[in-house]
């Protein structure tokens, strides 16, 4: 079993759409999680910190579930300019070794 | 610019090689990690730093990998006798290493291409 597994993707969806990525990790001990946006060819970028509480930033909004292991993005009013892929990130699961998954693509159609 | 750099940008070598690339991570950022990234997948953990010190290391890095922080500032990491499945995009990222949920920065990479 991969440590952090993503939605295969690809997300095909028309500008103005809601889509929701699930994320899921298996180590308990993990301290950390992130969302990071990666356009082709590019180096990965932060798009945000993940909270317990949940957290919010404009269109995106980021769960973490501790109990069940999960890790979500949901992104409104989809733009066309949120097409990329969506990397969910996983951090100290033993000192500072980072964790990726594999990534969702979204391509956003006008 | 003051973000991560790395150099080369390309590299193109034939097997059996030895290939060294360079990572400057921002200035005064403590942590420094190396990544591997092959086409569909994310950035897979190779090795990290603080300051000077290789604290951890993927069980995937073979004995042909190596890196170095010598002064706790650049770092580079030697691939030696070179495969074809080291061909790869090499990611660098550096955080201000104070705590573990610092935002890593990531240079640019640098694509290896073993013919």
């Known amino acids: 079993r991969k440590e952090v597994e993503q939605d295969p993707g690809p997300f095909n969806v028309p500008e103005g759409a809601t889509v929701a990525f699930n994320c899921t990790y298996s180590?308990?001990?993990?301290?950390?999680f992130f969302w990071y946006r990666q356009d082709c060819r590019k180096e990965p970028k932060l798009l945000m910190s993940v909270y317990s509480s949940g957290n919010e930033d404009g269109r995106f909004t980021a769960q973490l579930n501790r109990a069940s292991q999960y890790i979500s993005l949901l992104i409104r009013d989809s733009k066309l300019s949120d097409s990329a892929t969506y990397l969910c990130v996983v951090t100290g699961t033993g000192g500072f070794k980072t964790i990726f998954g594999a990534g969702t693509r979204l391509f956003v159609k006008a | 610019d003051t973000g991560v750099s790395q150099d080369p940008r390309h590299k193109i070598t034939k097997r059996g090689q030895n290939v060294t690339f360079r990572c400057d991570p921002i200035s005064e950022h403590n942590r420094l990690y190396w990544y591997r990234q092959t086409l569909g997948q994310g950035p897979e953990f190779l090795t990290y730093?603080?300051?000077?010190?290789?604290?951890?290391k993927s069980r995937l890095l073979s004995d042909r990998f190596s890196a170095e922080r010598p002064k706790g500032s650049f770092s580079t990491l030697e691939i030696q006798r070179t495969e074809q499945g080291d061909s790869a995009m090499y990611l660098c990222a550096s955080s201000p290493g104070t705590s573990v949920t610092d935002t890593q920065y990531f240079g640019p990479g640098t694509r290896l291409t073993v013919l």
């Open positions: 730093f603080q300051n000077e010190a290789q604290l951890e």
């Open positions: 180590n308990s001990a993990s301290q950390s």
